[in-house]
Nanobody, 120 residues
């Protein structure tokens, strides 16, 4: 079983920055991809960004040019650097990891979520 530990959320003013971190902890697994999703008030959960161990990245159009996803393979940790934050970025941000275990079985894990609030 894999546990995801998220950190870095908080309250910032529009135009500010935050850096989210998510560490995958466990054993006997390999990571196919990690990513960030978010769910704002009254909205559906949506993709923010994903990354593979080979650093292939994918971003939602709404965050391109402002957010940067990165991963430290040695630490099994994914980061989301968020710059030029807007009020519409306010949401609970969830870390996701897609794993493969020693028997080649795939499974997705989700973090507990961290609140990001952008307000003046």
């Amino acid at each position: 079983q894999v546990q995801l530990v998220e950190s870095g959320g908080g309250l910032v003013q529009p135009g500010g920055s935050l850096r989210l971190s998510c560490a995958a902890r466990g054993s006997r697994f390999s990571i196919n991809a990690m990513g960030w999703y978010r769910q704002g008030p009254g909205k559906e959960r949506e993709l923010v960004a994903t990354i593979t161990p080979l650093t292939t990245t994918n971003y939602a159009d709404s965050v391109k040019g402002r957010f940067t996803i990165s991963m430290d393979n040695a630490k099994n940790t994914v980061y989301l650097q968020m710059n030029s934050l807007k009020p519409e970025d306010t949401a609970v941000y969830y870390c996701n990891v897609q794993t493969v275990n020693e028997w080649h079985l795939r499974y997705d894990y989700w973090g507990q979520g961290t609140q990001v609030t952008v307000s003046s």
